[in-house]
């Protein structure tokens, strides 16, 4: 089911002709519009963590941060409190030089379903591009691998990326980055594993509370003696 600006609602399947003439009808331009936000695109492919040319001397001067609004290039903490002060921005994170989005912020204007995400720092992100892998490293005996290039996976994730995600929305479109329209079946298959991993961690916590509690020693008082031992009198 998908729902078109003007509110109406269409079932539909991307490789019937017909179907693709409504939604050209209904004023859609691309599939690739519906399923994606036109900056998705531009955000993979923005160069992050460069010197602000506005800011350069400045302590915080690097550009992290990326405008959902103006869909320009990347700018500085700086620059997000004059020129996009009203905007909605997110920033960008690195791990090991491949630059990441918490999942927190994405989340909120992105449908991230289906992708590989990591604790890293305390905080749960994802990585925006496709990584390098080391030539040594095999697919054999993985059980989960990106439908787009093969990496393996963590868990039963279908992208190693939102890049590698976009790339199966423009060969196939058989996933969507749009909020409003998951992919039901996996966005409940990933809350049912994070929901059951929660409860594991409250299991674990109560098992180690009642296992701290057996290991208390008793109260010292009851190990004190009564009085002080007094020496019965020499006899006459």
Not at 8 to 30: D, E, K, N, W, Y
Not at 216 to 234: D, E, H, L, M, V
Request: hydrophobic share 30%; net charge positive.
């Amino acid at each position: 089911m998908v729902t078109i600006d003007n509110g109406r609602h269409f079932l539909f399947s991307f490789h019937s002709v017909a179907q693709l003439m409504v939604l050209i009808f209904c004023g859609c331009q691309t599939i690739q519009e519906m399923l994606a936000p036109p900056w998705l695109e531009s955000l993979l492919s923005t160069t992050f963590f460069t010197v602000c040319p506005s800011h350069r001397d400045a302590p915080r001067s690097e550009s992290n941060m990326f405008c959902l609004d103006c869909i320009s290039d990347a700018f500085c903490f700086y620059c997000r409190s004059t020129r996009h002060k009203d905007h909605s921005a997110i920033q960008i994170r690195r791990s090991s030089y491949h630059d990441v989005v918490r999942v927190a912020e994405i989340q909120k204007v992105l449908d991230i379903t289906g992708v590989q995400t990591y604790v890293i720092n305390s905080a749960r992100v994802l990585f925006l591009n496709e990584r390098p892998q080391p030539k040594s490293s095999t697919s054999k005996g993985v059980p989960h691998l990106c439908e787009i290039c093969g990496r393996s996976l963590l868990d039963p994730f279908r992208f190693c990326s939102l890049g590698c995600k976009l790339a199966r929305i423009k060969n196939n479109g058989d996933a969507t980055c749009n909020l409003g329209s998951k992919d039901d079946e996996v966005g409940e298959m990933r809350e049912g594993r994070l929901a059951s991993k929660e409860e594991e961690e409250l299991r674990e916590r109560g098992q180690q509370e009642i296992y701290t509690s057996t290991l208390t020693p008793p109260n010292s008082n009851s190990r004190r003696r009564k009085g002080t031992p007094q020496r019965a009198p020499f006899g006459s």
